[in-house]
Nanobody, 123 residues
Framework: QVQLVESGGGLVQAGGSLRLSCAASGRTFSRYAMGWFRQAPGKEREFVAAFSWSGGSTAYADSVKGRFTISRDNAKNTVYLQMNSLKPEDTAVYYC????????????????WGQGTQVTVSS
């Protein structure tokens, strides 16, 4: 089993930066692929970024490519999402997710989820 806790959300002005963290606990953390998803009020959950330890592969949604960076520190059992050049449309609850297999960009493929952290970007 894997438990995930997100942190680092908050209020930021457009053009600013935030770094989200996802602390994980549970067995064999290193074998899991990790993903970040977000959900704005009244919107469907959408993929943001994902990381695969095997091969070090990453994937990003077109809307965040070049602005967001996902990384992972196995020694600290923590996954990060560095968010730069934030826009008001980035406002959402951000969720960390994990799955015991290859990196995927579909939320239904992830078995473990954190409770989310709110990111609000003012214009």
């Amino acid at each position: 089993q894997v438990q995930l806790v997100e942190s680092g959300g908050g209020l930021v002005q457009a053009g600013g930066s935030l770094r989200l963290s996802c602390a994980a606990s549970g067995r064999t953390f290193s074998r899991y692929a990790m993903g970040w998803f977000r959900q704005a009020p009244g919107k469907e959950r959408e993929f943001v970024a994902a990381f695969s330890w095997s091969g070090g592969s990453t994937a990003y949604a077109d809307s965040v490519k070049g602005r967001f960076t996902i990384s992972r520190d196995n020694a600290k059992n923590t996954v990060y999402l560095q968010m730069n050049s934030l826009k008001p449309e980035d406002t959402a609850v951000y969720y960390c997710a994990a799955r015991g297999g290859p990196m995927m960009t579909v939320g239904d493929a992830y078995a473990y989820w954190g409770q989310g952290t709110q990111v609000t970007v003012s214009s």
